[in-house]
């Protein structure tokens, strides 16, 4: 469970942040603070700006206005699909990109994720032979390198069957990366997975943050008995007229 | 830049198909080149037919004879005669594709070009029989034939000349002439005119005749004139031109040499430009653009990667292919450290050109599909004489050639090969200000991409 407020330190945080393409608003002035150790959801419908959100905190696009606050260590960033060479095997493209985070001891590092994602035995095999699931952990991985002390996913479990899914936020969730301390902030169009990973949820919808707190806040911000969190998430957005 | 260099060198590795393909390329374009340089040009099959009965084959002019028959060995020299035996035989020859043409000599043509040198009237005709299913072909068959026709038919004339130049000194100078098999000794007009002198010395002054006989000397003075000019008028029509060659260039390129420069600046493009705009949609396909270059790796230092890539691989390509084709034809090995330079320069300014292809296509099939279109059109371009159109299409054809590397790229490599003219260091310069434009072109279009 999260701390308190009072005692919980912000590790991201986004000020009035503002992103227009030409004349389409895809954020509008949305600010939020995540602390060390949580799990966050981005949740919202298409076009919400769940994608352009995480592109600016993870510093891929600036901000037409507003500000975004980082921790003093890396960011790390996994998009939405696996951005790792297929014609590469999985070590080859762990030990790419720790190099190139210029690591002290790639080696080390690209031994210590095979550990983390449990690719050891497949450390050889070029990634594109790999499933989907692994692909996307190896993807994880290397977003993990340089050991960040917040983790951006954009849609990670978007492409997945639901074994993969289990056993991606196994590596991911509170088991997982979550357990060990790094912050970790997600966008998913499932609203289940934020349900049940997730700490807390952000509510994005026409670039507007509707909503901050966690699923059972969000289930009772709309009132009565709802029969689970879905059908509170769509009401919500109902209600707010999305 | 080193490690990502690696990674694409691994990448490279791994598609076997990709990288025979960038090496076979140039190598069996050198090979097909060079055998093309260094062999003769092939002599189309004709059928040939002479209609003209053995031993007939000869006009006589004067006192002169011509066998026009001796000249079939002229026409042979640039065709392969299949000797046939009528008409039908030709045409059923060219109809088969066994001959690409047909060359038929009249019975009648001795005649008939006895009849035009001694009367002016007559139409001495070859007949000419083209297969006309392939133009190319044809067109082969055609100037092979004519070319050959024209020589036979100047050096007809040119005997022709030289036998009525030696009558015209009989009758200036006498001689003896052959008819019905006797000779005839010829007076000539010069020894008539001393006769008539001697005559008129020895009449009496007061003779009505010397009048008379004074005529007569006139006019052989005025013929004798007239025909001493005409000698050398006549033996000139044969040759009328003669045709004295200067170079304001300096020293040029033998035409084999510029063939197989054209060759290897055109491998070194493709190679170069499917290569850079290749490896650089390759990281959009993979996805992995946004992730190097958000703080890994500047967008500048991962395109001059794709180019040092590209035109590395190229320049070495193109070396290779360049020591293979030296066994054909002439390539200055002595200035091999300028074919490296000319051919760096070339590489790096189509790795500019890729990248900035590359940096429009979000997958490698339209990034290659891209470049390979692009190529062609200007090697085209920079190919084409601008001295043979005019005006507007002139400035469009030079400015075209002026803003893509082919043409700067043929003059420094030309230059490398052989010290022909122009200098290297214009098309250098020229090659690094069109990289770096075409480079920020690159960084222009991977921004609005990003």
Redesign the interface.
């Known amino acids: 469970m999260p701390a308190t407020a009072a005692t919980r330190r912000a590790t991201l945080a986004a000020r009035s942040l503002t992103k227009r393409y030409g004349d389409r608003t895809a954020l509008n002035a949305v600010s939020f603070e995540i602390y060390s150790g949580e799990l966050v959801a981005i949740i919202g419908p298409n076009g919400a700006g769940k994608t352009t959100l995480l592109s600016i905190l ?3 696009q600036s901000p037409s206005e507003g500000e975004v606050s980082t921790p003093a260590g ?1 960011v790390g ?1 996994v ?1 939405q ?8 095997s999985v070590a ?1 493209n762990l030990r ?2 720790a ?3 210029k690591l002290p001891d790639p080696d080390a590092a690209v031994e210590k994720m095979l550990d983390l994602t449990e690719l050891r035995d497949r450390a050889r095999d ?1 990634v594109g032979r790999l499933s989907g699931g692994n692909q996307q952990r190896v993807n994880v991985a ?1 977003g993990l390198l340089c050991e960040p002390a917040a983790l951006l996913l954009d849609e990670p479990s978007s492409s997945l069957d639901p074994r993969q899914r289990e056993r991606l936020w196994g590596f991911i969730g509170p088991t997982g990366l979550g357990g060990r301390g790094t912050t970790v902030a997600y966008s998913t169009h499932d609203v289940l997975e934020a349900e049940h990973y997730a700490d807390r949820v952000l509510v994005l919808a026409d670039g507007e943050l509707l909503f901050v707190g966690t699923p059972g806040e969000l289930e009772r911000a709309v009132g009565g008995n709802p029969r689970d969190f879905e059908v509170a998430f769509v009401r919500f957005l109902d209600e707010h007229g999305h | 830049m080193r ?2 260099l ?2 694409d060198f ?2 490279l590795r ?2 076997p198909l990709l990288v025979a393909l960038l090496v076979a390329y140039p190598i069996a374009l050198a090979l097909m080149i060079g055998f093309a340089l260094s062999s003769p040009p092939g002599k189309p099959k004709v059928a040939f037919l002479t209609q003209v009965p053995p031993g007939q084959g000869r006009i006589h002019f004067g006192s002169q004879e011509i066998n026009i028959s001796s000249y079939a060995k002229d026409l042979f020299a640039s065709i392969q005669p299949i000797i046939v035996h009528s008409q039908a035989e030709a045409m059923a020859d060219v109809r088969s594709g066994r001959a690409l043409a047909a060359v038929i000599v009249p019975a009648d043509i001795p005649q008939q070009i006895q009849s035009l040198v001694t009367t002016g009237v007559g139409s001495p005709t070859v007949q000419v029989i083209l297969n006309s299913n392939d133009p190319l072909e044809r067109q082969f068959a055609d100037q092979a034939i004519k070319a050959r026709l024209n020589d036979v038919q100047q050096a007809v004339s040119k005997q022709v000349l030289h036998v009525a130049v030696a009558d015209l000194q009989q009758v200036l100078n006498g001689g003896t002439i052959q008819f019905l098999g006797q000779n005839f000794r010829l007076l000539g007009l010069r020894n008539s005119r001393a006769l008539v002198q001697r005559a008129i010395a020895e009449l009496p002054a007061s003779s009505p005749l010397r009048s008379s006989l004074g005529q007569v000397v006139g006019f052989a003075d005025l013929a004798i004139q007239g025909l001493g000019f005409a000698s050398p008028v006549l033996g000139s029509i044969g040759t009328p031109l003669a045709v004295q060659q200067t170079e304001l260039a300096g020293k040029t390129t033998p035409a084999a040499t510029y063939a197989a420069t054209i060759s290897v600046i055109f491998s070194l493009m493709l190679v170069t430009m499917l290569l850079a705009a290749g490896m650089l949609a390759l990281e959009r396909e ?3 653009f ?3 270059v ?4 500047s967008p500048s230092a991962l395109l001059a990667e794709k180019v040092v890539l590209a035109g590395g691989c190229a320049t070495l390509a193109a070396l290779v292919m360049s020591a293979g084709i030296s066994s054909f034809v002439s390539l200055a090995w002595s200035r091999f450290p300028l074919w490296v330079v000319a051919l760096a320069a070339a590489g790096i300014a189509f790795g500019a050109l890729g990248v900035a292809i590359g940096g429009l296509a979000r997958e490698v099939r339209a990034a290659s599909l891209l470049a390979f279109m692009l190529s062609l059109p200007i090697a085209f371009i920079a190919l084409v004489p601008t001295a043979a159109v005019s005006g507007t299409l002139k400035s469009a054809l030079d400015t075209v050639a002026f803003i893509f590397p082919f043409k700067p790229a043929l003059d420094a490599t030309n230059n490398a090969f052989s010290g022909t003219a122009p200098g290297i260091g214009w098309p250098l310069l020229h090659l690094i200000g069109l990289a770096v434009a075409f480079g920020i072109l690159a960084r222009a279009a991977v921004r609005r991409l ?1």
């Open positions: 993870a510093g891929i890396k960033w998009p699909q696996p951005a790792i060479y297929s014609k590469l080859e790419l990109f190099r190139l985070e070029e290397v | 490690w990502l690696v990674k691994q990448i791994r598609s993979e996805h992995a946004a992730r190097l958000r703080g890994l790796v990003a």
